[in-house]
């Protein structure tokens, strides 16, 4: 199976920051990578697919980069509706796993 | 507008059964692959279940292997998990989402809460 590493699991940061989270495969996964959203007590949200495709409605403060076995997801200017869980998924073979998750706090 | 709605979870005694069902809308449901992903409370996304386009391929988490069978109906544009000899440790609440290919995201239901409690 493959692994998915996301750093850091946790990351406090101040409105208007750019922050940065990173998911690392443990095997080359081309641009199979999905990153979601998680906000408390809500099913995730698609942000990027396809490693750096936005999804439709997302805001554009949100963009994702990487290819092979290493990703990331960027918000450029931290807004307080950021705060939330952010998932890694890979799709490029089965099973489609998970990076562990990093929460996001302002 | 695409939609998934789940359906189909309780409460329910260790070793019993459910049956899972996710309607689809909003989009070409026989045209996309499908999967189960759950959440146990508190903990991350972990996905349980794939099935192909055709249904002819499925493929289980370790966990759920042999006690899970993952099932569609692209007539009725429906998705479902036959989940027997649950174990306390099912608890969570299972999301059936559509897998994104080239132009196509992928799409999460809201999900539905499975307890396996005595």
């Known amino acids: 199976d493959i692994q998915m590493t996301q750093s850091p699991s946790s990351v406090s940061a101040s409105v208007g920051d750019r922050v940065t989270i990173t998911c690392q495969a443990s095997q080359h996964i081309s641009n199979y990578l999905n990153w979601y959203q998680q906000k408390p007590g809500k099913a995730p949200t698609v942000l990027i697919y396809?490693?750096?495709k936005m999804e439709t409605g997302v805001p554009s403060r949100f963009s994702g980069s990487g290819s092979g076995t290493d990703f990331l997801l960027t918000i450029s200017s931290l807004q307080p509706e950021d705060i939330a869980t952010y998932y890694c998924q890979q799709y490029d073979n089965l099973p489609y796993t998970f990076g562990q998750g990093t929460k996001l706090e302002i | 507008e695409v939609q998934l709605v789940e359906s189909g979870g309780d409460l329910v005694q260790p070793g019993g059964s459910l049956r899972l069902s996710c309607a689809a809308s909003g989009f070409t449901f026989s045209n996309f692959e499908m999967i189960w992903v759950r959440q146990a409370p508190g903990k991350g996304l972990e996905w349980v279940s794939y099935?192909?386009?055709?249904?002819?391929?499925?493929k289980y988490a370790d966990p759920v292997q042999g006690r899970f069978m993952i099932s569609r109906d692209n007539a009725r544009n429906s998705l479902y998990l036959q989940m027997n000899s649950l174990r306390v440790e099912d608890t969570a609440i299972y999301y059936c989402?559509?897998?994104?290919?080239?132009?196509?995201?992928?799409?999460w239901g809201q999900g539905t809460l499975v307890t396996v409690s005595s």
């Open positions: 396809g490693a750096y």
């Open positions: 989402a559509r897998v994104g290919r080239g132009v196509n995201s992928p799409f």
């Open positions: 099935i192909s386009v055709s249904g002819s391929t499925t």
